[in-house]
């Protein structure tokens, strides 16, 4: 697949099929995304991955803690959307209202899916030291991205979610990590359920007007 046409192919998948992922597509995938640039060639990034009876506990216990609507209680807390800046308000309302529309009396396809995780055939959790600096962010979201680009290169889907880490206390135990790391976010992975019409929804992006300059 060329490179531009799997950028544009590339878009969040809400519901994934059950059809399982292989150990070496896995490790194929996060040894592309590695080559992704690092801040002075910090590298700070810990990538575990959950398949199997691993992400099947994992998807028990977030259930089961989105039933009882628990709060959460991330590593980095999202922003809300009053706290943006105008243009991120902007683009998450119409991003909201567009969902709404297009879902119509399927819209709670949206609370369903983030309570099962998404049916994802693996879910890549992305982790930073406790101690670190912003540029790990811009990192880990170069990491991400290629992550994403690399398994669409093969076909495989991906959903990148803060749901995965909205409950982070179950992931240490379970996935048996020390707690001198922090899961900064996931990425889903598997193949898209083409019958699944929240699938066959797809964001916008904004025109080069609104927010590019080029002063010469």
Known sequence: MEFTETVFNRHATRHFTNQQLGQEQLISIINVAKQAPSWANDQPWKIVIATGNTLDKIKE???NASKYNLPAH?????????????????????????LTSFLGTQEE???DNSAHLFNAAAIVYLL???????????????????????????????MPAFEFVKYPNDLYSILKVNDDYQFA??????????????????STRMDLTEFLTIRN
Request: no cysteine; proline share 4%.
């Open 61 to 63: 216990s977030h259930f």
């Open 128 to 158: 930073v030291p406790k101690e670190t600096s912003f540029w790990s962010a811009y990192d880990l979201g170069a990491f991400g991205q290629t992550l994403m680009l690399a398994a669409k290169d093969q076909g495989i889907d991906s």
């Open 74 to 98: 991330s590593a980095i807390p999202p922003l809300h959307r009053t706290a943006m800046g105008l243009q991120g308000q902007k683009n998450a309302a119409t991003q909201s209202k567009r």
């Open 109 to 111: 396809q949206v609370i």
């Open 185 to 202: 976010f996931g990425i889903g992975l598997g193949y898209q359920d083409k019958d699944a019409l929240i699938n066959h929804f797809q």
